[in-house]
């Protein structure tokens, strides 16, 4: 039997509809296995689960599927075959984590990956110049992650300034001393052995007031107030300098296994 023309239009346009309409916005359960408990319990809103993350993460996590459905995009990109799916997920990506920065606070503790991932995402997009951004951004909010020093000493790598790369590599090593992978980027780009030393957290200082045996008993118009102690904060992290930018066609290595 002959279709008609009409109808096989039709059929010819639902046999291009690309296999992305057919997934839902919120991860099916397969894909929230492989996501972190927060998220799983962030779609089951008014449980006890989600009520227990809450009261833990604070009032932003009432934005976090947003987070989670980036995250989520993001492995859907890399398992994506045509490149309508892959383009149609990394923007989905983008707009959820994007959603993330203009919504929720600066300081809240998802924010270090957030802009992680952001990184990741505009390094696909081969946005560099927002790419380097964000991972500098990852990197001031928590200099304890290696990916966003992995990532940036990549791009160096790529466009031939080796010396920044160790500079960055070796910055990465101190805050991180057992990551594999800035050890094996260190000594591929002439590190010298031993690593650098780590910097080690800053412990808090414990103020003991002093007990005489016997306290004085002064007249309250001789009373001064005790002077407070200092607390001594981390050492702040130097900001790594964002490259200039050639052209968006420049070389760039998304981020390599640990």
């Known amino acids: 039997m002959k279709l008609s023309q009409p109808l096989l239009f039709l059929a010819l346009a639902l046999v291009a509809i690309s296999s992305h309409a057919l997934e839902p916005w919120m991860p099916t359960d397969k894909e929230m296995a492989s996501l972190p408990e927060f998220c799983k319990a962030r779609f089951k809103e008014g449980s006890p689960e989600f009520k227990l993350w809450a009261s833990t993460l604070g009032e932003d996590y009432g934005h976090t599927h947003h987070y989670c459905a980036g995250v989520n995009f993001l492995n859907r990109y890399y398992r994506a075959?045509?490149?309508?799916?892959?383009?149609?997920?990394?923007?989905?990506?983008?707009?959820?984590?994007?959603?993330?920065?203009t919504h929720?606070?600066?300081?809240?503790?998802?924010?270090?990956?957030?802009?992680?991932?952001?990184?990741?995402?505009?390094?696909?997009?081969?946005?560099?110049?927002?790419?380097?951004?964000?991972?500098?951004?990852?990197?001031?909010?928590d200099p304890r992650q290696p990916r966003a020093y992995n990532a940036l000493s990549d791009y160096y790598v790529k466009t031939k300034q080796s010396a920044k790369?160790?500079?960055?590599?070796?910055?990465?090593?101190?805050?991180?001393?057992?990551?594999?992978?800035?050890?094996?980027?260190?000594?591929?780009?002439?590190g010298k052995l031993p690593y650098p030393e780590p910097i080690e957290p800053t412990p808090a200082v414990?103020?003991?007031?002093?007990?005489?045996?016997?306290?004085?008993t002064p007249s309250p118009s001789s009373v001064e107030p005790a002077a407070s102690p200092t607390a001594?904060?981390?050492?702040?992290?130097?900001?790594?300098?964002?490259?200039?930018?050639?052209?968006?066609?420049?070389?760039?290595?998304?981020?390599?296994p640990d």
């Not at 802009?115 to 990852?138: C, D, P, R, W």
């Not at 414990?206 to 004085?216: G, L, R, S, T």
């Not at 001594?232 to 900001?239: A, K, S």
């Open 81 to 101: 075959r045509s490149k309508q799916d892959k383009r149609f997920n990394l923007n989905n990506a983008r707009t959820n984590l994007q959603y993330m920065v």
């Open 232 to 256: 001594v904060l981390p050492e702040p992290v130097e900001p790594i300098a964002e490259p200039r930018i050639g052209s968006p066609t420049n070389p760039y290595c998304r981020f390599c």
């Open 165 to 190: 790369a160790l500079e960055i590599v070796t910055t990465g090593l101190q805050y991180n001393p057992d990551t594999k992978s800035l050890q094996r980027r260190y000594k591929e780009l002439g």
């Open 206 to 216: 414990e103020v003991e007031a002093a007990k005489p045996e016997e306290p004085p």
């Open 104 to 141: 929720a606070a600066p300081t809240y503790s998802l924010m270090p990956d957030v802009h992680l991932n952001l990184g990741e995402v505009y390094s696909l997009m081969n946005q560099l110049g927002q790419a380097i951004t964000h991972f500098n951004k990852a990197i001031e909010l």
